[in-house]
T-cell receptor
Framework: ETGVTQSPTHLIKTRGQQVTLRCSSQ?????VSWYQQALGQGPQFIFQ???????GRGNFPPRFSGLQFPNYSSELNVNALELDDSALYLC?????????????FGSGTRLTVV | AQRVTQPEKLLSVFKGAPVELKCNYS??????LFWYVQYSRQRLQLLLR??SRESIKGFTADLNKGETSFHLKKPFAQEEDSAMYYC??????????FGKGTKLSVIP
């Protein structure tokens, strides 16, 4: 059984650019959630995907978008990067839409916007 | 607004001493409560959740609805307990709200 894998592990982008982060969910998990963790803060919910549909969204602007593929892997896209987008982006997969089953987290992608 | 508060950024205790990591929540409805832990150079992982009422690695957490608290406790701290601990709450079908975390340092 494999866990959640994220790529790349680190990334440096320039303000105004676009970025795509990738996540492979744990085997058997059909739900993927994305979180942003700024330095010194807890993870903050961006959105969740269940069976290729967005299942819920946090307080993030539309320039944050995502996709889920038939194999349940997922992408997070951020357009028009801003300095405040610098953070650790965490992907978490779960067996069901409800968080009661608990998430399995990836190691994250560290994004730096300069 | 949904909120999870962990009042301590850093908690230092001696090995063998009791540990209590505080968590208070402000949430509409009846949320589910969780504790997540992140050991050095490892990923965030679920420690325990209130619905299962289990003890993991000697840690327990009791949900107090009157005080809206979900404090994490362990009677005797071990050096391997040193980590970052996050309390989280969720209601509905998708998002978890995390606290800012407490760094537990167990002094040998």
């Amino acid at each position: 059984e494999t866990g959640v894998t994220q790529s790349p592990t680190h990334l440096i982008k320039t303000r105004g650019q676009q970025v795509t982060l990738r996540c492979s969910s744990q085997s058997g998990h059909n739900t993927v959630s994305w979180y942003q963790q700024a330095l010194g803060q807890g993870p903050q919910f961006i959105f969740q995907y269940y069976r290729e549909e967005e299942n819920g969204r946090g307080n993030f602007p539309p320039r944050f978008s995502g996709l889920q593929f038939p194999n349940y892997s997922s992408e997070l896209n951020v357009n028009a990067l801003e300095l405040d987008d610098s953070a650790l982006y965490l992907c978490a997969s779960s067996l069901a839409r409800g968080q009661g089953y608990g998430y399995t987290f990836g190691s994250g992608t560290r994004l730096t916007v300069v | 607004a949904q909120r999870v508060t962990q009042p301590e950024k850093l908690l230092s205790v001696f090995k063998g001493a009791p540990v209590e990591l505080k968590c208070n929540y402000s949430y509409s409805g009846s949320p589910e409560l969780f504790w997540y832990v992140q050991y050095s150079r490892q990923r965030l992982q679920l420690l325990l959740r209130h619905i299962s009422r289990e003890s993991i690695k000697g840690f327990t957490a009791d949900l107090n609805k009157g005080e809206t608290s979900f404090h994490l406790k362990k009677p005797f701290a071990q050096e391997e307990d040193s980590a970052m601990y996050y309390c989280a709450a969720g209601a509905g079908s998708y998002q978890l709200t995390f606290g800012k975390g407490t760094k537990l340092s167990v002094i040998p």
